[in-house]
Structures are given as C-alpha cells and as structure tokens.
C-alpha cells in the first residue's frame, strides 16, 4: 500500500511522559510496537533510526492531536506526514472495533495505525501555514486567554471588595483602571483611606488625570463613607488578596498591550490585510482574529460551506425515518466559531444590510444567538469570495447585487430606514 511515496505507516497513542507507537511496513502483515519517551533526545533517537533503517523513504504518521507538544516536535522532520486525527474519530472509530468498550494504549495505538492504512481517504495530511500567519494565529488564541484571564481575576477583585471595602465599587465605575489598583495597594481599606490626609488623596487622584470637580467630590463621599466591617481576620487576609489580584491583573494589561503591538505587526502586514479591513464591524482586535481564521492557504476550503461546516457555523442536520432534528455543531473549533460569531453582531452597527437580516431574524422569533449565527452563516459566503479572489468586500457593490438577485421581475428594491430600522422594501418599475 502506498500514497505519495509514503512505504511506512506509524500509528501513535500520545500521552504526557510516554506515548505508544505502531507501525507497519508496506507489504508486510506484521506490526511492530513500541514505546516512545516524550523527550526531544528521544524522538530525535527514533526518527532519525527509522531514516537510517528506510533511507530515502517518507512515513506517514497518524496521532491523536491537531495541536500540542509532539505534533510541533514531529514536524520538524521533513520525511514524516503527519495525520492529525480528531479524537471523535478515534473514538467512534474504536467503538466499531470493540463494542465492548476494552481499550488499552497498545491497541489504540494500532487502532490508529489500523485506522490511517484502510481510509487514508478520510484523512487530511498536517499542512502548516506560513511562519507569519500561524505566529499571528497563536498570539491571537494567547490575547483572548488573557483577556479571561484578566476578567476572571477582576471578578475576583470585585467579589473581594464587596466583603470589606464596597465603596471602591460605586466610586469608580469600573475595577478595571490603573488609578483604582494604585489606590487600593496605598490605601487597601477604607479605614487607611480615611486617615490619609485629604492633600495626599487629591494629590494621587490628580496623578491620575482625575478632574478637580471629580476629587472634590470623591474626598466627600470618603469621609462620609462607614466601615463595612471591622473583622481582623477578615480584613487581613482581604488585604493580602486584594494586593495579589491588583498586581496579577497588572501584568496581564501589560501583557495584553504587548500581545496587541505585536498582533498589529504582523496583521498589518499581512497580504490578506486589505480584505478583511475592508469589512464591516471589523477593528483592530477583530481583523487579525479573521486573518488567523481563514488563513492564506486558498486550497484548505474547497467551497464556502467547507468553512461554514468546520466553523460550527452551519447546523448539523440528523434524520433518521420520519424524524429529523436540526442542531448546531458541537465538534468544531470554539475560538474559530466565536470570531465569526463576534464579528457579525459587530457588523450589525456598520452594514445596513446586515442589519436588516438581523431584524429580520429576529422578527421570525430567532433568539439573539440563533439570529447572529444565521448572520454569520451568510457573512461567510460572502468573506470566502472576497478572500478567494483576494478582493475587498465593497457594502455599495454587494447591496446593489442583492437588490438585483431578491427583487421580483418588474420590480426594484431598495433599503429604507424607519424608526430606526433599515429593511429592504420593493418598489414597482
């Protein structure tokens, strides 16, 4: 069995600290087994022994992970193909072969092997993309896991302060300031604030860029403020956990501001750059996140649908006799799905016809959600053309194709705004 010059089949069950590989040698039944440490030392023993015992030959490599540590340490070795398996297929996969439910790292590691011999069809070869796409495509994932980050720690900090200092929270709208964290580390109870001398806190505030009305104010509401509690143990410990969440949330502004230099970089010179600035909705935190979602890669999505579908975007749709059930998709990239759906409500504020879809989404009893993935569906069709042709979307040239495409014969349509909405209303000819 061979598929692009490939004479080798390697199947392996990754784990942390040692993974389980098996292979098989093209025209031979046999299978040999073994075990693989995670250490770079090691799997650059094995692979440069299966280059010296199969010189000049290319092997193919079927392993449970789309993304981690030994994908990233195999790919670094030209003669190797990797196949990158989701694990619901591994997992649907072995229940065919044992109904009863056994599993063990050697079986699945030739379950996988089994699995990449007899439908290589239904696999996908790991096919990275450029250097500059995929750094943009990390630090991306990276600054939307700090802004969680930073927004977990701000609950925390907000929960914190409504034990003992609750007045911060009425003072300053929101917890997420620098002057807010620099008050509560010089003066982290209300008790400490009270008794700092009324020239120090204007002083501070003014640092701050606070407007004199606003310190004058806020030095009233200070002395008039009570204790919320007088709990030593309490307040102490309050303290100490205020001062970690302020300096952690610190680092990760500062950290997010670095993510958000770079990203600009990268996205900015971009060869797709043109096109995905030109969409609606789109600003400086959206357009790289869609530069990372589609990629430069045009051959990866054969049809718009292709990409709806991998997205999680387009339902999934089950029948079975007279019975058919309409859901959407539960195995699909979360991170990918979320920027399509983020940018197509964003796009609601700048684009009159999505707009109006929208409104009429929801106007059929569609949810909020239900509505903006419908949007976002139809967004998509529209992108992938854009990004196909390496063309910019232009709103005025895609209104008059749809006032052409929807307008029954003899009639013209066009958008009207009333009350706030935009609809697309027909007139006779």
């Given at each position: 069995m061979t598929q692009d010059g490939v004479t080798l089949w390697l199947g392996i069950d990754w784990a942390d600290q040692k993974h389980r590989w098996a292979l098989r040698i093209d025209g031979e039944a046999r299978i040999q087994q073994g075990?693989?440490?995670h250490t770079p030392e090691a799997v650059e023993q094995f692979v440069s022994g299966l280059a010296l015992r199969f010189p000049g030959q290319r092997v193919a490599v079927a392993l449970e992970q789309s993304r981690g540590a030994l994908l990233f340490l195999l790919s670094k070795y030209a003669h190797l193909v990797l196949y990158p398996l989701h694990p619901n297929m591994v997992n649907h996969y072995r229940k065919s072969v044992y109904p009863s439910g056994a599993k063990s790292d050697p079986s699945d590691a030739a379950l996988i092997l089994d699995l990449l011999c007899k439908h290589p069809e239904r696999l996908r070869p790991f096919q990275p993309d450029t250097v500059e796409t995929r750094t943009l495509q990390l630090l991306v994932e990276a600054r939307r896991e700090a802004v969680d980050?930073?927004?977990r720690y701000l609950n925390r900090l907000t929960a914190q302060l409504k034990m003992f200092f609750p007045q911060v929270l009425d003072w300053f709208s929101t917890v997420d300031t620098v002057v807010v964290g620099q008050l509560l580390l010089k003066w982290p109870t209300l008790d400490?604030?009270?008794r700092a001398s009324a020239t120090k806190v204007a002083a501070f505030l003014r640092e701050h860029r606070i407007p004199e009305s606003r310190i004058t104010a806020l030095q009233q509401l200070i002395q008039q403020s009570v204790v919320a509690i007088r709990d030593t143990a309490v307040l102490e410990s309050s303290v100490f956990i205020v001062r970690r969440l302020v300096r952690q949330i610190e680092v990760l502004r500062a950290s997010i501001v670095e993510h958000d230099e770079r990203i600009a970089e990268l996205a900015e010179a971009h060869p797709d750059y043109g096109i995905f600035s030109s969409l609606p909705g789109a600003g400086p935190a959206m357009i790289p996140r869609l530069?990372?979602?589609?990629?430069?890669?045009?051959e990866r999505y054969?049809?718009?649908s292709?990409?709806?579908c991998y997205a999680g975007i387009a339902p999934v749709t089950e029948t079975s006799g007279k019975q058919k059930w309409v859901h959407w998709r539960w195995a699909c990239p979360k991170f990918l799905r979320q920027t399509f759906h983020e940018w197509a409500w964003l796009s609601t504020r700048k684009s009159a016809w999505a707009k109006s879809f929208y409104h009429q989404q929801r106007e059929r009893n569609k949810s909020h959600h239900a509505a903006v993935r419908a949007l976002s569906f139809k967004w998509l069709r529209i992108v992938f053309r854009c990004w196909?042709?390496?063309v910019p979307y232009e709103e005025a040239r895609y209104i008059l194709a749809l006032q052409k495409r929807t307008a029954p014969k003899g009639v013209e349509r066009r958008l009207k705004t009333s009350a706030g909405f935009t609809k697309l209303e027909g007139?006779?000819?």
């Open positions: 075990e693989l440490e980050d930073k927004t400490k604030l009270q530069i990372a979602a589609f990629g430069t890669q045009r054969a049809t718009a292709a990409i709806q196909k042709d390496h007139i006779s000819c």
